[in-house]
């Protein structure tokens, strides 16, 4: 099959140029001017439509236990979303459980994703406990499994969170392996002292949620966990960095030139704590951790995404219906399962927010919602480029378009937006993956399944011929 795409505006982390873009099979084979159109199968018109590389969101939650209920999204009805809003890929945290073997926890996953993603996908798996079982299995995980991240939370006490020395070991086991080592950074055994406090003060309304976890916590765990990395000359990447104390402690290490990277979100560039102090107990919508911050950290964060102290933005997508999951915590806010419905919106978000606002560059936008993430995660170049060889993910994008954004339009399974009523510039059109076209003039045309699950390569490798071949 051989696509022809048309009179778009081809734009990279690098470039921005016109020319047409012919497609062979899942791969882009041509780049030119006015290439031939004889046999070719489809001809697809980009005018007036930037042809940018699909996204890559390294952060999402489908299918997820928690808080004693599961996500309302999952593999089908995630990455369906996610293909709307244009990203292609997505990167899912496998969690594991205490003395029970990794690869069990691997085999649920794929159980999860099998036979109904949309899209490509890749797993992090979550290290919760270092001893000689984990450490006999971390090797062949990286190697032949293709999960070359791991996942420690330095919070949520007494069900995820691991201690300095688990993280100061997966720190060090993951530079001999080469793996990238991701954290939840909020000092977490604070945070449990604060929640205590507050519920016995009879504080349960969903604003102590962010009163309780303070940013000074994100700043001590965020330089915590820079500084470990730092003593084991391992590398790191801080998830849903939310505050300037954060952003500050990833600046200090990077200028001493430790291989430290940071993400953040939408919600946290677009929404504040005081979406928390809604009427009755909506404030439960928006209870992410670590929490929604006063506006003015939006600030920092645009800053640091553009002077590069943070360089990739992930959803951290885990949604909860609000009538029936969220209302878990109705009379005690630390029962309010933590998360929101984002996959859909995260391109969009970026683009309308970052490039229609004038507060960052179209390259930019392009290395920050794909191309950075799949340097990072061992994708590139295989994904994240719109270049002769790369995987044809690809989103022809309308930068005129504008959209309101809804739970009434929005295709998760969850029953609300964070986002409702929110105006949007630009918006993906039509989006294939590996070739083939799976969302054509916003209307989903693919099967859910197609989506593959991706081996990565180790980190600071480039993605391989002989990777792809085992794919
Ligand atoms: O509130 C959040 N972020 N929920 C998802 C789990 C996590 O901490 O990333
Ligand atoms: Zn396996
Ligand atoms: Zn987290
Ligand atoms: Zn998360």
Not at 74 to 101: M, R, S
Not at 198 to 208: D, S
Not at 433 to 451: A, L, M, N
Request: negative net charge.
């Amino acid at each position: 099959m051989k696509r022809l795409i048309q009179n778009g505006t081809i734009v990279t982390a690098s470039d921005t140029y016109k020319a047409d873009l012919l497609i062979e099979g899942e791969t882009i084979a041509q780049i030119g001017q006015q290439l031939a159109v004889q046999g070719v199968d489809e001809i697809i018109d980009a005018s007036g439509c930037f042809v940018f590389p699909g996204g890559i969101d390294p952060h999402t939650h489908l299918d997820m236990p928690f808080g004693g209920t599961v996500t309302k999204d999952d593999f089908e009805t995630g990455t369906i979303a996610a293909a709307y809003g244009g990203t292609t890929t997505i990167i899912d945290f496998c969690l594991t459980e205490k003395e029970k073997p990794l690869h069990t926890a691997i085999e649920a996953w794929h159980k999860k994703a099998a036979g109904k993603a949309a899209i490509d996908y890749g797993f992090h798996l979550m290290i919760g406990e270092i001893n000689e079982a984990v450490l006999n299995e971390l090797p062949a995980i990286v190697s032949t499994e293709g999960i070359s991240s791991f996942k420690v939370f330095m919070a949520y006490k007494h069900v995820f969170q691991a201690d300095d020395a688990t993280l100061f070991e997966t720190l060090t086991k993951a530079k001999e392996l080469g793996a990238l080592v991701m954290v939840h950074a909020e000092n977490g055994d604070v945070i449990d002292y604060l929640t205590k406090q507050a519920l016995k003060e009879g504080k349960t309304a969903p604003i102590y949620h962010a009163l309780t976890r303070p940013v000074e916590a994100e700043g001590e765990a965020t330089g915590r966990a820079c500084q470990l990395a730092s003593l084991a000359q391992s590398q790191l990447y801080v998830v849903h960095v939310t505050c300037q104390e954060a952003v500050q402690q990833i600046a200090e290490a990077r200028k001493q030139g430790a291989d430290i990277w940071g993400e953040t979100c939408p919600q946290y560039l677009v929404l504040d704590e005081s979406m928390l102090r809604k009427p009755g107990f909506e404030g439960a919508k928006y209870v992410w951790s670590p929490p929604l911050r006063e506006k003015q950290h939006q600030d920092a964060l645009w800053k640091a995404l553009k002077t590069g102290a943070l360089q990739t933005i992930g959803s951290d997508q885990c949604s909860f219906d609000f009538a029936g999951q969220k209302d878990l915590g109705i009379n005690d806010f630390t029962k309010i399962p933590n998360g929101g419905p984002i996959i859909e919106d995260r391109f969009s978000l970026l683009y309308s927010e970052g490039v229609a606002k004038g507060r960052i560059g179209l390259n930019e936008f392009v290395d920050l919602v794909s191309t950075r993430a799949a340097k990072l995660f061992g994708l590139y170049p295989k994904k994240g480029c719109i270049a002769v060889g790369a995987d044809a993910d690809i989103v022809l994008f309308d930068p005129q378009a504008e959209r309101v954004l809804s739970a009434r339009t929005h295709h998760l399974a969850v029953d609300y937006s964070a986002f409702e009523g929110m105006r949007v510039k630009g918006t993906p059109r039509t989006v294939l993956s590996r070739g083939k076209v799976i969302v054509r003039d916003q209307t989903y045309v693919g099967t859910p399944g197609e989506g593959a699950f991706l081996k990565r390569a180790r980190y600071g490798e480039l993605w391989t011929n002989d990777l792809v071949g085992q794919r």
